[in-house]
Structure formats: C-alpha cells, structure tokens
C-alpha cells in the first residue's frame, strides 16, 4: 500500500495517538491486509467494519482481543493508577464501527474523486441542525441496570411501589437518602435478596 493511502485512511484522529505515531506504525506492514479492504471500492460494509476493529485492535497492540476486553483492561490498569481520562480509552466496537465506515467513504471518495460517493447516512455520518454530523455509535451508551439507575428517600421500608427503587425494579444501594440499601426491606443482603411486597406505605 502507497504511504500516501495510508496517511488518508488515518485523517480522522484517535484520542492518545498522534498521527504520525500511528503513521509509522501503520507504515511498518502489520496490518496491510486490514488496510488494504478500504482500497477496494467494491468491499462490503461488514468487511470494513471488521477491518477497522481489527486495526484498532492493532493499534492498543491487542490483535485477537475484543475491544471491550482491551478498555476494560485499561481501564482497570488506570482506575488502580487513579489516572482516569476516558478520551485515551479504545473506542468501544459500536463507536469503531461507525468510524470505519466514515473513514471508509472518505477515502472512497478521495480514490473516485466525487464528494458522497455514498450516502453518508449510511456510513457513520446523520443529519444535525447544522448538517452532517459524526454517529458517535449505535449502541447503548450504558447497560440498562445503568441506565435505570435511581435511589429513594424513603421514610419506610421501601416494600411497595411508592419507593422509587422498587417501582424501577431495581434493589436500593448506598446511594438511597435513608435506607442506604442496607436497613430496608428491598436490597440485598449477604447475597439474598430480602423483603416481598407488602402493602405497607414507604
């Protein structure tokens, strides 16, 4: 592959990598195969998603390893260091795959020499109020027990459905005004859950 192809694909930047970093590295022929998929105009989306999560794969230098293992890791590495900055994370798979399709019609568009060779809706890119903007991704931003995520203040025992907890279905925890997830009657203790519904007001 023409180093100059190569700095195309890579216009887009990636937190805690520097350009030419990730040039040279790029540039040493690891990873030629993956790279070269988004040099054939004829490659189908899930090659290319494919491709560009293993070259990020590449790039935290974890081939074979998901990109979920890979930011658990170093997330679990810098939480221990207590030097959390989520920008230097990998991407998830989902944020991966919606920047290797734009990274993919870009460079498509470079090599047929035409602006939207194909609809950037369907490579990465959605329609904002001030024109295109990036698909950070498709997935959840947070598990659904996160996304949930609610604590009480109740003055009872938090048995009936008035308590916030329990009416999302989720137990109390620590975070929860009075009970602290420990004194009620819907957490968990000693890994059994306690308490049934009753009709007792919180």
């Known amino acids: 592959m023409k180093a ?12 805690g990598h520097a350009k030419t970093t990730l040039f040279d590295r790029f540039c040493a022929g690891d990873i030629d195969e993956h790279m070269d998929i988004f040099l054939d105009i004829h490659a189908t989306k899930d090659v290319v998603i494919r491709a560009g999560i293993a070259i990020f794969q590449h790039i935290y230098h974890a081939p074979g390893t998901t990109l979920g293992a890979i930011r658990y890791n170093m997330f679990s590495r810098k939480a221990a260091a207590g030097l959390i900055k989520p920008e230097a994370l ?3 798979e989902g944020a991966a795959t919606q920047h290797s399709l734009r990274a993919d019609l870009q460079t498509r568009d470079w090599m047929l020499l035409q602006s939207m060779s194909l ?3 369907d490579y990465g890119w959605m329609v904002g109020v001030h024109g295109y903007e990036p698909v950070p991704t498709l997935d959840p931003m947070a598990p659904e027990e996160l996304l949930r995520f609610t604590s009480c203040n109740c003055n009872g025992d938090c048995s009936n459905r008035r308590c916030n907890c329990k009416k999302n279905g989720v137990k109390c925890i620590s975070a929860c005004g009075n009970c ?8 968990i203790h000693d890994g059994v859950e306690s308490g049934e519904d009753s009709d007792v007001d919180s």
């Open 119 to 121: 609809d950037p809706s």
């Open 90 to 92: 990998p991407p998830t």
């Open 4 to 15: 100059l192809d190569k700095g195309k694909i890579l216009k887009a930047a990636i937190g």
């Open 180 to 187: 602290k997830g420990i004194t009620c009657n819907n957490c």
